[in-house]
């Protein structure tokens, strides 16, 4: 997931010692891959050591929604959907809404998104068809949602392909849908980005010899292995080594040293924060004056919220 409300454990200002946070608002968003009862019936090979009825859907759906209901999250953005309505009704009884997008062509499931209607507000819907872009039939979804009638956020919410020998067609489907929730967010002035999903990736991504989120350089080794047309599916230009986004984003697993399952649910907590000096400015006991210029900046750096990254593979992509 990716979000300018960042989680509460990660919150560590480098600002004076005077300085403190005021939690605004908060909300849990889950991240889960509930494998596709389609998927599951169908590829027995896959599950030859796993009990027959635990394979069932009427058992996983009870189990699924159990789940969900443990953790209580705020928002859900499920991967691998392909029983909607089943999961839609369980959900309802918990009081929340939900919208869905299949998959294009011949394949079953798709993705959905889930969130409780009386804390969030849904203000604007919209998906990827990556087909349309020639980077196969993966969906993703994003939404801006509005948390307590005050604070807005994007939510993107993708299942990549899973192919390991096909890292442009990852790269270019994340690249996909870091362009759109850059977009999304600028139109409504600069808010908040949460991207989570299943983003089936490793650190180094299939072809790229670069951890870095915010640079992906194609190796230099592969440089002329690829075709035009793989560069072109990766960075969006034919004659491009480089894809960029403008994102600051930051992983949700930074501080666990771990590896998640892409098939495990993955909870963060996101929180909208401001300075209490904020507060004391709008109750005339500001000390502004009394600061230096680059005390001031430094205040501002800090109270900027930062972007999270969260992959439900557990991996930094």
Known sequence: MASSAAPRARLSPPAPACLCFVFLDACT???YNILADYNARNHPDLYWDVPWDAMRWDSRRRLIIREIRHWDPDLVCLQEVDRFQDI???MKSRGYEGIYQRRTGDTRDGCAIFWKSKRLRLLE???IDFSEFNLRNNIAQICVFELNGTHKLVLGNIHVLFNPKRGDVKLGQIRLLLEKANALAAKWNEIPIVLAGDFNSTPDLSGLDSSEFGLYELSSSL???????EVRNATGYSNVMVAEHPLKLSSSYG???EMGSDHLPIVAEFAFTESDEDD???EGESEQ???SEQDD???QEVSRAQHVYLSSDGESS
Do not use: C, F, T
């Open 125 to 127: 819907e919209d998906s």
């Open 29 to 31: 968003i889950m991240s």
């Open 280 to 282: 004391s400015e709008e």
């Open 297 to 299: 900046e430094s205040e």
């Open 88 to 90: 839609a009704a369980g």
């Open 255 to 257: 501080n666990l040293k």
């Open 289 to 291: 004056d009394d600061r």
């Open 223 to 229: 440089k002329y292995q690829w075709s035009e047309e």
